[in-house]
Structures are given as C-alpha cells and as structure tokens.
Antibody
Framework: QVKVVESGGGVVQPGRSLRLSCVVS????????MHWVRQAPGKGLQWVAV????????TYGDPVKGRFTISRDDSENAVYLQMDNLRGDDSAVYYC???????????WGQGTLVTVSA | QSALTQPASVSGSPGQSITLYCTGT?????????VSWYQQVPGKAPRLLTY???KRPSGVSNRFSASKSGDTASLTISDLQAEDEAYYHC??????????FGGGTKVTVL
C-alpha cells in the first residue's frame, strides 16, 4: 500500500520562502513521477507542478512559474517544493500525489497547510 | 492553463443515477483521452475514481463510470448512495507536461 506524507507547511510572511517535503513509501519511487496540487480554502484543486520519474522534466502551473521549484531525492523517497517570494494567494493546503498508474495522480497525502500572511 | 468548467452542484435521490460534466477545450479534454475524476470529502484528501478516460483503480466501485464526448468529459454515478455525498473534481492533461483541474462539483444526496 502506497503512503504519502507531506510536511513543512506553516505561517510565513509575504515575500518569504518555505520548503515543503513529501515522503512516499510502498512504491518503486524512482520509477514514477510526482505532482504537487494545492487547494485554497473553499476553492477547487489547482495543479502546481510535476517532476518526471528521472527528474529530467519539471513543469509548473502559470501562477507559480519562476517562484516555485520542484525536486526529488530518490535515496530518501522524497519530493520537495521550494516556494520563494510567497504571496497571499499562495495560501492553501498543498497535496503531494504519485503518478504510478499513468497520466494521473493516484495516491495522495493528507496535505500540509501554508498560510501567507503578514 | 484555464480551468475546466464544472457545475457548482448536482443532487439526486438514493438509487438514482446522476451525471457530472466537465467542459474543457480542444487543447485539453478534447485533445487527449487523459481525464481523471476525483472524489473529495470535506477535510480529506482527494481520492482517484477514474483515469485515462474510463479506467478505474483497484478498489473503486463500478458504480462510477467515466466517458468523454468532444471537449466534455462526464462521470456517471449509478445507484446513488448517501456515502457518495462529496465534491467531485475533474482533471485533464493539457499538453506540454501540464495539467488542469475543474472547479469541482458538490454532489448532494437528497
């Protein structure tokens, strides 16, 4: 059974940085891609970023391009989201999800809350 | 990367079938057979229901079925049950290794 656990959320001031972590167990981590998806309070899901199984391809949603960086460490079965120059509209629950079955997001963590506020 | 369009809410009675719609464009839903549907109970993480068109992961009830016509994808929930009350989100591949979600539909079981 695949388990996904996010961490690193918290309250941060606008313009500051935060790094989220996501650890996966129960999968062949180095063989599949990983996504970050966020959900602002009372809103729908918004795709944030994806990293390919080998770390070669990294793609970002328009709202975070140039500010967020996704990376992975296969030795730790972990994926990270470095978030710089944070803004108020980045406040959301951030979910990490595996992409094992194919072009989808199949196993999700419980999320970590990021609040950007002065 | 414009969001897909989903109705805000749909309701039905137990035992009925309901269909949720997700409208995109010829650049996402219409271009690829790579739509996924997710169920989300408030306060919980999303759960994958269908993917790559009409595939279901292991453990998902066959009461959930997905299809697509042109730029619109749909999810049909058959034999509606009280436990189906939740939010349902669609997502599509949008090319160039990017994805897009809809705004979500709240399903109410009357």
């Amino acid at each position: 059974q695949v388990k996904v656990v996010e961490s690193g959320g918290g309250v941060v001031q606008p313009g500051r940085s935060l790094r989220l972590s996501c650890v996966v167990s129960g999968s062949r981590f180095s063989e599949h891609g990983m996504h970050w998806v966020r959900q602002a309070p009372g809103k729908g899901l918004q795709w944030v970023a994806v990293i390919s199984y080998d770390g070669y391809y990294k793609t970002y949603g328009d709202p975070v391009k140039g500010r967020f960086t996704i990376s992975r460490d296969d030795s730790e079965n972990a994926v990270y989201l470095q978030m710089d120059n944070l803004r108020g509209d980045d406040s959301a629950v951030y979910y990490c999800a595996t992409s094992i079955l194919g072009a989808t997001k199949d196993n999700w963590g419980q999320g970590t809350l990021v609040t950007v506020s002065a | 990367q414009s969001a897909l369009t989903q109705p805000a809410s749909v309701s039905g009675s137990p035992g009925q079938s309901i269909t949720l719609y997700c409208t995109g464009t010829s650049s996402d839903v219409g271009a690829y057979d790579l739509v996924s549907w997710y169920q989300q109970v408030p306060g919980k993480a999303p759960r994958l229901l269908t993917y790559e068109g009409s595939k279901r992961p292991s453990g998902v009830s066959n009461r959930f079925s997905a299809s697509k016509s042109g730029d619109t994808a749909s999810l049909t929930i058959s034999d509606l049950q009280a436990e189906d009350e939740a939010y349902y989100h669609c997502s599509s591949y949008a090319g160039e290794n990017s994805w897009v979600f809809g705004g979500g539909t709240k399903v109410t079981v009357l």
